[in-house]
């Protein structure tokens, strides 16, 4: 509720309180290893989804080939669950068992 003051002329100021504001959470969007999608399927799903050049889903790929995970993106909660939900689809569709995951950034 709005604070109240009067002015030298009687009426009523309203000052809005102080709000505390915070950026949304981010959320990182990870591409999980497995023994079967091919590389090159996986770097089209970083090209396609995710908007990176060849060079950047290449090695965005290889660590999820040698680490076991890649970060995809950084994105608020919604757009980081409608691209898991992109990268599963896709993949279901090709038949493929790529699975990606969020979970909140540090």
Do not use: W
Not at 49 to 56: G, K, L, Q, S
Not at 61 to 85: L, Q
Request: net charge negative.
């Amino acid at each position: 509720m709005p604070d109240q003051r009067q002015t030298q002329d009687g009426t009523a100021l309203l000052e809005r309180d102080a709000l505390d504001l915070r950026p949304p959470p981010l959320y990182q969007v990870l591409l999980l290893n497995d023994d079967f999608t091919p590389m090159d399927f996986v770097v089209h799903v970083l090209e396609s989804i995710f908007r990176m050049d060849e060079d950047r889903a290449t090695r965005v790929m290889m660590a999820v080939h040698t680490e076991g995970r890649g970060i995809c993106g950084i994105y608020t909660r919604d757009i980081a669950a409608s691209k898991v939900e992109q990268v599963v689809n896709l993949a279901r569709e090709h038949q493929h068992p790529l699975a990606c995951v969020m979970e909140e950034a540090p």
